[in-house]
């Protein structure tokens, strides 16, 4: 029996997301990124297909690494202008019954208490169909735009991250037992006072005394989501995630990444399986393999070197604009370029990769890897993708929009639907539910699910957030 296959479209609230310049493309949608019914057809045609949900990725601040300046990202549109992702889900969800939604917060620029009230509200109006990709930036920009000099060093910001979740956790698992709520007309009691709990939580980064604002929400805790690559972003993962966002090029390289999340996760006292993973995929498809490579010329034809440059500028912190074109990776002595090259170089050892070649790959789909052909085709290799690294499913960003996700929905669903290896309905219940088949509500495996008596948590010994 073929393992099934998940997937999520990958979205931004913005113009130019893993594709810089595909955006002036004739058949583009992208830059009606503002208007609603952009939203609304990209959710109705998402569930059209049966995709798991949308994952909608956020940043806080401009990539203003290439050239010491931001005129590149702006000149590029290069996920700027961005607009909050937040208040794209209550119009999704509108049009929508099983659509999830992956919603990107950084957790560094929001306090717990009232980020905890968007949340629970969002799963409130969505009936259960949120998750939160936890991240912690990577862009000193939107740091000194909130009054700080930089981001905090990486480990630390995973160090705050902990605590961020203990904060959280208590006021979504703790705060309102189970019976809190009565709804009693007769005695006109809504809600029952010795069922909810003050959290008093005292910690290194957050003192937090209050209940949660929010009645339990059908979740209670969002699906987890999170991307970190590194070895401090991998632990935080293993302990937290109940999804892993990854972006390997090559399958050695998944595989690799697959088997060590996984091991963290049993070593974590979780089970490895109830973490889902998804690595970043690009697909172009036509009717025939012939359709498919005529469209992947059309498209690299509109593909912006400098705002490639500008991504991958930021993303490894590197100013690329100092490097010609021609000038190879591995004579480029960073750390960064390093782990880029070493990455890169599994998928061809004999391969000696330049700037331009770097930046030609990310050009449509960022740094996942790309997939061109007919449904056929695309399906035999995302299949042997899924079998050689264990991998659960993808996060199929796009080249031109809504058009790569038409192809998705009309062609491929179909052929891996014909296969077994793709849902032909939804499953019932929440985006828990569904992902993982038990209950709408954290395992008990998870961590998370320790906080749910708060008067027991409260004779123990201090948190380690409280102690550190």
């Known amino acids: 029996m073929p393992r099934e296959i998940r997937l999520n479209a990958f979205e931004m609230n913005c113009v130019g997301h893993q594709s810089p310049g595909l955006w002036a493309h004739p058949r583009d949608r992208a830059w009606q990124y ?3 019914e952009y939203w609304t057809d990209l959710a109705k ?40 992702p937040l208040a794209l889900i209550t119009p999704m969800a509108l049009v929508t019954e099983h659509l999830g939604f992956g919603l990107t917060a950084s957790l560094t620029f929001e306090h717990p208490y009232p980020f905890a009230r968007r949340l629970s509200t969002l799963d409130h109006l969505t009936k259960g169909r949120i998750g939160w990709n936890i991240v912690t930036s990577y862009l000193d920009s939107g740091a000194r735009n909130l009054g700080q000099k930089a981001l905090g060093g990486h480990d630390d910001r995973y160090d705050y991250a902990d605590e961020y979740l203990e904060v959280l956790y208590k006021l ?15 005695k006109r009691i809504f809600s029952d006072p010795s069922k909810i709990h003050e959290i008093n939580h005292l910690g290194k980064h ?8 929010c009645e339990p929400s059908p979740q209670r805790t969002p699906v987890l989501y999170q991307a970190g690559a590194s070895n401090r972003g991998k632990q935080f993962a293993a302990e937290h995630a109940e999804c ?4 390997a090029p090559s399958k050695v390289i998944l595989k690799n990444a697959v088997a060590d999340i996984r091991r963290r996760a049993a070593e974590a006292g979780r089970d490895p399986y109830q ?10 498809l036509g009717e025939t393999d012939a359709q498919a490579q005529a469209k992947w010329q059309d498209y690299k034809s509109y593909v912006s070197y400098e705002g490639a440059l500008a991504l991958i500028s930021g993303w490894t912190g590197i100013d690329f604009g100092q490097y010609r074109p021609d000038q190879v990776l591995k004579h480029i002595h960073t750390n960064a370029i390093q782990s880029a090259v070493e990455a890169f170089s599994t998928a061809d050892p004999n391969k000696q990769w330049t700037v331009r070649e770097l930046a030609d790959w990310v050009g449509i789909g960022g740094f ?14 995302l299949q042997e993708w899924v079998e050689e690294t264990d991998v659960d499913g993808f996060n199929l960003a796009y080249a031109v929009t809504h058009e790569t996700f038409v192809d998705v929905v009309e062609l491929l669903v179909p052929e891996l639907q014909k296969r077994g290896a793709f849902k032909t309905e939804y499953a019932p ?5 569904k992902l993982f088949g038990a209950g709408p509500r954290l395992p008990e495996s998870h961590p998370g699910a320790g906080y749910r008596d708060l008067a027991a948590l409260a004779t123990q010994p201090s948190s380690k957030a409280a102690i550190a």
Do not use: C, M
């Not at 290439?66 to 549109?77: H, V, Y």
């Not at 979504?172 to 007769?186: I, P, Q, Y």
């Not at 690595?279 to 172009?284: D, F, R, S």
């Open 275 to 284: 973490v889902r993973i998804f690595n970043l995929q690009t697909v172009i």
């Open 45 to 84: 045609l998402l569930e059209r297909g049966k995709l798991d949900g949308i994952f909608i990725a956020d940043v806080i601040g401009i990539y203003d690494v290439l050239n010491g300046n931001g005129e590149a990202a702006i000149r590029q549109s290069t996920q700027v202008p961005v607009n909050d």
């Open 368 to 381: 996942g890897p790309l997939f061109v052909g007919s449904a056929q085709t695309v399906a035999d290799q």
């Open 429 to 433: 219940g929440t985006l828990r539910e």
């Open 34 to 36: 503002k208007d609603l």
């Open 244 to 247: 892993v966002f990854v972006a």
């Open 206 to 213: 957050f003192q937090v005394p209050g209940i949660h604002l």
């Open 172 to 186: 979504f698992e703790g705060s309102w037992e189970e019976g809190a709520v009565l709804r009693d007309r007769e």
